[in-house]
């Protein structure tokens, strides 16, 4: 029996180095891998490029990292709730290339695929085009877009089994789904971690075979970015 379990975080990434590509899972809070985050802000590596769909909030996600200057470079879609996030970004400190939310998601679901490259219309005519090949399909113009190359791809589900399958629950699925697989290795946490054999494989999303490693984690917060309520 396959079986890719390890202790906790920090065997999980042992291998993890300075100056190497990393994407992670999640949007904004919500299905972000806490306890790897956790354990990188720990090993102090450095000179990270980092692609997420966002950098989380301050004092919380990767926020962390930015905190203690570990990011070079984010690849993102958006700035989100992060005020240390925009402040390294408009001083010059990080490098960031910002990409159309789509765009981000299909680049990391190619490399997921063994899809080099592929065209879309998104970014067509502004900056995300600039020095890119462009070709005109059926009267509209599309951009190429190259599928990404990350050294590890770490996601967060809500459950999975020894053998690396991965169940997620609701909205947190999001950027999870199309990382897993996408990078050279990929490590993921759960909230439970149960034998293999015991999931429905009718309810499985993303199959063993994409993950390399897998851990359950502990005391995740799952944090709010904003919450609003109104009056009665």
């Not at 720990?42 to 966002?54: A, E, F, H, V, Y």
């Not at 993950?211 to 609003?228: M, P």
Request: one cysteine or more.
């Amino acid at each position: 029996m396959i079986n890719k379990k390890v202790a906790n975080a920090q065997e999980a990434l042992f291998d993890v180095k300075d100056n190497q590509t990393i994407m992670l899972g999640g949007f904004g809070l919500c299905g972000i891998p806490e306890n790897s985050i956790t354990e990188l802000v720990r090993k102090n590596i450095t000179g990270l490029t980092c692609i997420s769909n966002n950098a989380g909030v301050d004092d919380f996600g990767l926020g962390l990292l930015l905190q203690k200057r570990q990011i070079k470079k984010m690849i993102s879609s958006y700035v989100g709730e992060n005020a240390e996030f925009e402040r390294q970004m408009l001083s010059g400190e990080l490098d960031v290339e910002l990409t159309p939310q789509g765009t981000l998601a299909e680049k990391c679901r190619a490399a997921q695929a063994g899809i080099p490259a592929f065209f879309t219309p998104a970014g067509y005519g502004t900056e995300v085009a600039e020095g890119k090949e462009t070709r005109e399909y059926n009267g509209k113009m599309y951009v190429l877009e190259e599928a990404y190359k990350a050294d590890f791809a770490i996601v967060k589900a809500w459950k999975g089994d020894e053998a690396g399958n991965l169940i997620f629950k609701g909205t947190a699925r999001n950027f999870n789904s199309c990382m897993a697989g996408a990078g050279k290795i990929t490590i993921a946490e759960v909230e439970e971690l149960v034998p293999a054999g015991t999931l429905d494989p009718n309810e499985i999303h993303i199959p063993g075979i994409y993950v390399k490693r897998i851990f359950q984690g502990e005391k995740y917060e799952k944090r709010i970015e904003q919450r609003t309520v109104r009056t009665r």
